[in-house]
């Protein structure tokens, strides 16, 4: 049995009895990857030898008492939009395919501090633009379950490896769903936390307002783990919140009795397929039988939230990718002719197709005579869908419902169609407006063996009743 | 002909003397290596975020308040959306929505009398980078040690008339804004940048002309040139038959002649939208009350005491308060000698002619107060003499010495009455038997021949007027 196959925890738990050494668990996961990423292909960069050299120091740093957190010496694996010190940082991207950032990213950074050792990069949707991790510039990542099947996006590398045992942990971003639905499609467990609870200071921004780190793991008690450790309050981010209660694994209490449970009618009518549908709703019985109270209701403005979250999110991405010009850092077309066939030329050819795609929405809506009806509109409809689960919230602990309306699709079927792929984050993108914290767990399987993930939702900087349902969940659920 | 009205609205820039840039903590010294004051938020690096300076906050409120502005207490930074090199996120973040102040006036006076000029918004925004044009080969380089210096634009109202009030209205601003410590407002160095719009309209006319707007003025005087060739250019247009057209033109002072540099046609959109990556400014009555509190004497209340407190001709507090540094050793001087004749004398003669022959401002002139009040107690007290004392002067001016110790170590101390100063006027008298005679015979003036030869006699150092006391006892 490989290392990999062990919880980050357990295996941060038999480093610090000595059973397991650090370099050995570094190893374990480099030979993981050795043997899946050809049929995986989940990372775009792994680090081989800053891996067992820092593994070599975090042991040392263990052996004499500096570090005593849960995951020292537990190998990690970064979404490679995260900024990591000399070690290339893509976005999966072509204009960013030879950027070594000169800083690490906050997150980052305080997973360091906790011994953690990095592994790689892992791959995504091309700057997060996308569900399935298609649109990366280094080719798709399959999913572990089946490899005819996408992992999901836009953190669909760091989803893969984790359920593909390539390495124990990772980190993800979620602008719009994006840990949360390749959680569901790779039958992994993400945690999206309350805006401006993760530092967001080196992460290659998508949509500001909406962008959140957040960890993917084998189970609730390493993402509570992780989550407890990556989160805290940066001067260096302007929206980072101050808080007292990120003791997340306080809440790994498996006890739902008299917990309310709000099922919003909405998230359960067309498009959700059937099978995906009884697993969550069988989930939801499982709390049920646990002392959970559950109620249906009805959750305004669901119907406004996938244009509002693509209005915001394109708006903020145009102004947010402009500085790849190839002036200062990344990918510069090799023949051109003055300063302005340069930027053309060199943004044609360093990004994919959907990042131009939302780039161009994203500009349109901000130009002169559009901006009052789309960005405006959609800030007031974020406005909106906020008070609507602020109702919501002010009658149940959780809110219950899919991660995703499906099981992962094909390579290939979703990029085809990008409005029905845009669809496909109903469930997941108000969460982001609202700034809510949300986490994907797995809930079953359909008939053709695809994992199905159950999405809990929680009020602002009540993460902690998330982590407790879905913990309980967790340790009552039998079919994965 | 037709009369014509010309009418004129500034956008000015002024760089703020904060320590640190707007979003991080480079410094803004000026000078440096290129790319040396700079770090992943000024340079624009990938998932770096801006952290706003609580400084330029109250700088900016400062200026809003002494402009008599209406101070925004919940104010947002919004995003300025254009692609160029020198600009390493290929966006500014700035202010449209919200700007910090809006709806101010300041009183400008003017030949013609006083007014009052409205001030539509202040708002805050960053400064970009610099390119350097490699003059070898084909690239250009950009320095990126400006970007983000804190800046703000004041942008007034229409209501100016000719380049006197502009160039009045300029003054004002620029005293108030260096009154606050705000900025040193040096157009040559371009902390302060002025920009003029300018349109015709007929006297009388109800609706403005369309107008330009003229860039690259870095002089008082090449603003009041430009204001006057822009005017002319535009009646001619109107005069010809024609329509002025809506444009952002460059002024060339050498060639005094300006030139279009894009229409409105090729007007960038600058999809402004709110700044995610920054929260909202919340200004609370308390953090207000205490800007308000450290607001120092303005020069026109200054002004008003000086006359009260100081009693100097109207003409000398005229030219100190004209200058924030020239009052504060004013003052400071007189607190210490407590002689304000004196002091201003010192300030309006000697250093004014030194500051000319120098070709220095004001702003530059760094003897210390402590210095000059010594020279006056040792002019007062009679221990040198007026020339003895110029020639002191020059060392302050020039090397801030102490007077006490340089008149002492070079013995310039005026020879004093008993001894010595006596027993050498008795001796210019023996020798000068003429004109002892021709004073005694009631030519007054002679005395002077002999003050004179005591002056040479002591090499300078004693007091004539002493001298004088001593020549008419002895004769």
Known sequence: MSLMSLTAVQLGEKIKNREISVIEAANAALDAIDAKESSINGFVTVDRENALKRAEKVQKDIDEGNILSPIAGVPVAIKDNMCTKDMLTTCSSKILGNFKPSYTAEAVINLEKAGAVIIGKTNMDEFAMGSTTETSAYGATKNPWNTEHVPGGSSGGSCAVIAAEECSYALGSDTGGSIRQPSSFCGVTGIKPTYGTVSRYGLIAYGSSLDQIGPIAKDVTDCATVLEIISSHDKKDSTSIKRDDIDFTSALVDDVKGMKIGIPKGYFGEGLDPEVKEAVLNAAKELEKKGAILEEFDLDLVDYAIPAYYVIACAEASSNLARFDGVKYGYRTQDYNGLHNMYKKTRSEGFGAEVKRRIMLGSFVLSSGYYDAYYLKALRTKALIKKAFDEAFAKYDVILGPAAPTTAPKLGESLSDPLKMYLGDIYTISVNLAGLPGISVPCGLDCKGLPIGLQLIGDCFKEKNIIRAAYSFEKCEKKL | ?475
């Open chain 2, 1 to 475: 002909m037709k009369q014509y009205e010309t009418v004129i609205g500034l956008e000015v820039h002024v760089e703020l003397a904060t320590k640190t840039k707007i979003f991080c903590s480079c410094s803004t010294e000026f000078g440096g290596a290129p790319n040396t004051h700079t770090c992943p938020v000024c340079t624009g690096m990938p998932g770096s975020l801006p952290v706003l300076n609580k400084k330029v906050v109250e700088y900016a409120v400062a200026v809003g308040l002494a402009t008599n502005c209406n101070i925004t207490k919940n104010c947002k930074f919004d995003r300025k959306n254009y692609f160029y090199p020198d600009n390493p996120q290929n966006y500014q973040i700035s202010q449209l929505y919200l700007p910090i102040c809006r709806d101010g006036s300041i009183e400008i006076s003017t030949k013609d009398g006083t007014k009052n000029i409205g001030i539509h918004e202040i708002h805050m925004e960053e400064d970009a980078g610099k390119l350097v044009h490699d003059e070898w080969g084909e690239n250009s380089l950009v320095d990126f040690n400006r970007s983000g210096v804190p800046l703000i634009e004041i942008v007034s109202e229409p209501d100016m008339r000719s380049a006197d009030e502009v160039i009045a209205y300029l003054e004002k601003l620029r005293l108030i804004i260096q009154y606050l410590g705000a900025s040193d407002c040096k157009l040559q160095e371009g902390s302060m940048r002025a920009d003029v719009n300018l349109s015709i309209r007929e006297v009388g006319a109800s609706e403005f002309g369309t107008r330009t707007e003229m860039k690259n003025l870095n002089s008082f005087k090449a603003i009041a040139r430009a204001i006057e060739a822009e005017k002319e250019r535009q009646i001619d247009i109107i005069e010809a038959g024609e329509k002025v057209v809506q444009e952002t033109r460059r002024w060339d002072d050498n060639k005094e002649y300006s030139y279009a540099m894009r229409s409105k046609e090729d007007a960038q959109d600058y999809r402004y939208f709110p700044e995610p990556d920054l929260v909202p400014v919340i200004i609370s009555d308390e953090w207000l009350d205490e800007i308000k509190g450290s607001q120092p004497e303005f020069r026109d209340e200054k002004l008003i005491r000086y006359k009260k407190e100081y009693n100097i001709p109207d003409y000398d507090a005229d030219i100190i308060t004209g200058n924030k540094h020239l009052a504060d050793i004013f003052e400071a001087t007189t607190a210490i000698c407590n002689n304000p004749k004196k002091a201003s004398n010192w300030l309006m003669g000697e250093t004014m002619r030194l500051l000319k022959e120098n070709n220095m401002e004001p702003e530059q002139i760094k003897f210390s107060p402590k210095n000059l009040a010594k020279l006056i107690e040792l002019t007062e007290s009679r221990a040198i003499n007026s020339s003895v004392a110029k020639e002191v002067f020059e060392k302050i001016f020039s090397d801030d010495i102490n007077p006490e110790q340089y008149v002492e170590e070079n013995g310039l101390k005026t020879v004093a009455d008993d001894g010595a100063l006596r027993e050498t006027i008795k001796k210019v008298i023996e020798d000068n038997p003429q004109s002892v005679e021709d004073y005694n015979n009631g030519k007054k003036k002679a005395i002077g021949f002999l003050v004179g030869q005591t002056m040479k006699a002591t090499q300078g150092k004693a007091d004539p007027a002493m001298i004088n006391t001593i020549l008419k006892e002895l004769l």
